[in-house]
């Protein structure tokens, strides 16, 4: 019933920038959170960035100074500025939305990002 679909993902050499979109339809509930998470092969899927309904906003320590999230309440679009990529920001990137209560939480099929010469 929910749809989470992320874009802007690809191939970027270090110092690059890369913009990512997610769009979320068809909910029946409000999204409270919006937000992306990554994971790079062999590890843990982790915090990138988070925003809320009212703007407040959690950057992993490693993106702080370089990614930058911003959402559209009114649409259910959530956007992930990125510059000055590094290559340990390659990770295929998911973005995720949730609802204040917590109990309504979905998932996008990921985006793939690589930095890389």
């Known amino acids: 019933q929910v749809q989470v679909v992320e874009s802007g993902g690809g191939l970027v050499q270090p110092g690059g920038s890369l913009r990512l979109s997610c769009a979320a339809s068809?909910?029946?509930?409000?999204?409270?959170?919006m937000g992306w998470y990554r994971q790079a092969p062999g590890k843990q899927r982790e915090l990138v960035a988070t925003i809320t309904s009212i703007g407040v906003r959690n950057y992993a320590d490693s993106v702080k100074g370089r990614f930058t999230i911003s959402r559209d309440n009114v649409q259910n679009t959530v956007t992930l500025q990125m510059i000055s990529l590094k290559p340990e920001d390659t990770a295929v990137y998911y973005c995720?939305?949730?609802?204040?209560?917590?109990?309504?939480?979905?998932w996008g099929q990921g985006t793939q990002v690589t930095v890389s010469s």
């Open positions: 995720n939305v949730a609802s204040f209560a917590g109990d309504q939480q979905h």
């Open positions: 068809g909910s029946s509930f409000s999204i409270w959170r």
